[in-house]
């Protein structure tokens, strides 16, 4: 029997299960490697543990999962990998977040800043004072993010007939196009649970119409997230957003690289200036708050601060004969 121990947090309702034992050996003929060379081992060689982890019937779709792995910097406190129900991510603010907390539980790191190695670069976590039971406030200071293309046509099969919007191209530690649900070129639809469906299959066609035209990030960068944003319904914040992560479900959270893509398009359009403090509320009404400071030839550092609570330690039990060991995916 194969066991996985699990710890779940979840970042202003968006859950992370993070595997702190029982996990594969990413590791080359006993070398660890970076986080990234780690990451493409777990991709590789492993992927059935990912799916058995964050698939149901243990996990279910919107869960994020991520599993602690060496880090290549002395002085990080870890190096990180996150995946999901569809396959393995680059960032991720809120699980960064989650992170901070379960090292915590966990006894690895105490209040202060500590630094993570994340497949993209390192994401500087500083952790308050916790509360008697583990959660808390934490602020990323996460990789240096910036718009790549503004203003970016793409056009798609939408309710019959073929719809063309404009939005953003940006960085913020994985790939986002950013539409303004109100401008001339959104869909109009208000922001609110009660739309999840209309959302949801509005923003995968954005993203099919991004693939079938070729357009990405830098590099040939795959945008996986797309991101939709509205009127806030919230005093302290500015925004609202509608994140579509891959995998078709949507994140409960404002999406911590989602939030610094965002600041990257506020910051290049000057409507925020270095060191402004911006609001921004999730589909579900939580909130992150963030700011960031320029970096010299262009693009910037944003720094995001969310709250995360521990929700379950578990022991995960992959039996032999469990047909559905490695999760329902496709081909089990
Ligand atoms: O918070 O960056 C984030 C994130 C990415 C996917 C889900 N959450």
Redesign the pocket.
Do not use: K, R, W
């Given at each position: 029997m194969h066991r996985i121990k699990v710890i779940d947090s979840h970042t202003e309702g968006?859950p992370t299960r993070i595997i702190v034992d029982g996990g594969p050996d990413l590791s080359t003929h006993g070398v660890p490697g970076t986080v990234a060379q780690q990451r493409e081992v777990f991709r590789t060689r492993f992927d059935h543990i990912r799916s058995a982890v964050v698939n149901e019937p243990r996990g279910c779709d919107h869960l994020?999962g991520a599993m602690i792995c060496k880090a290549q910097n002395p002085r990080a406190a870890c190096g990180v990998i996150f995946f999901n129900n569809v396959g393995f991510?680059n960032?991720?603010?809120?699980?960064t977040i989650g992170l901070a907390v379960t090292l915590r539980h966990l006894g690895m790191i105490g209040a202060g800043t500590h630094m993570i190695e994340t497949p993209v670069g390192e994401v500087s976590v500083e952790l308050g004072e916790g509360g008697s039971e583990g959660g808390g406030q934490v602020t990323i200071t996460n990789v240096a993010s910036y718009r790549h293309a503004a203003k970016v046509e793409v056009s798609f099969a939408w309710e019959g007939s073929t719809r063309t919007i404009k939005g953003d191209v940006a960085w913020g530690?994985?790939w986002f196009f950013l539409v303004d649900q109100d401008g001339p070129f959104g869909h109009g639809l208000e922001l609110t649970l009660g739309n999840l469906d209309q959302l949801t299959r509005f923003s995968c066609a954005i993203r099919d119409g991004l693939e079938r035209a070729g357009i990405t990030g830098a590099a040939g960068g795959h945008i996986d997230?797309i991101e939709l944003f509205g009127p806030s319904t919230r005093a302290d914040c500015q925004s609202r957003n509608f994140v579509l992560?891959p995998g078709k479900e949507y994140?409960r959270?404002p999406?911590?690289?989602?939030t610094s893509a965002k600041l990257a398009c506020l910051a290049a359009d000057g409507k925020l200036k270095a060191g402004e403090r911006w609001g921004q509320e999730s589909i579900i009404g939580s909130a992150f708050f963030g700011s960031y400071r320029q970096v010299p030839g262009g693009g910037i550092i944003p720094s995001i601060s969310g709250r995360a609570y521990i929700s379950a330690e578990s022991m995960l039990h992959l039996a032999e004969e469990d047909p559905f060991r490695h999760g329902i995916r496709d081909g089990t």
């Open positions: 968006e994020v991510l960032g991720c603010g809120h699980g530690g994985n997230h992560c994140d959270s999406c911590g690289t989602g």
